[in-house]
């Protein structure tokens, strides 16, 4: 079992930056996916980025590419999702999620507490 701790959440202005951090501890393999989740209040939980802790391909939704960057320290055991030009409509809980690249984007890996990601107008 895998475990995720997240943290780097908080407060920005429309058009700012955050950098979200997931530390990993526990049974990670190097085939595993990690990526990240969002929750707006009254939403469904719904797949934001993810990439393999071997590297190789990234995946994004449509809305936040161009904007957000995830990314891997292996050394740290760590991902990050670098977010740029945040809008109110990012406002959400991020999840930081683990477990192969399909569960992963589908939603079916392990999951972190969330951080809070709160972008004013």
């Known amino acids: 079992q895998v475990q995720l701790v997240e943290s780097g959440g908080g407060l920005v202005q429309t058009g700012g930056s955050l950098r979200l951090s997931c530390v990993a501890s526990g049974r990670t393999f190097s085939n595993y996916g990690m990526g990240w989740f969002r929750q707006a209040p009254g939403k469904e939980r719904e797949f934001v980025a993810a990439l393999k802790w071997s590297g190789g391909s990234t995946y994004y939704r449509d809305s936040v590419k161009g904007r957000f960057a995830i990314s891997r320290d292996n050394a740290k055991d760590t991902v990050y999702l670098q977010m740029n030009s945040l809008k109110p409509e990012d406002t959400a809980v991020y999840y930081c999620?683990?477990?192969?690249?399909?569960?992963?984007?589908?939603?079916?890996?392990?999951w972190g507490q969330g951080t809070q990601v709160t972008v004013s107008s």
């Open positions: 999620a683990a477990g192969t690249l399909n569960e992963v984007v589908t939603g079916r890996g392990s």
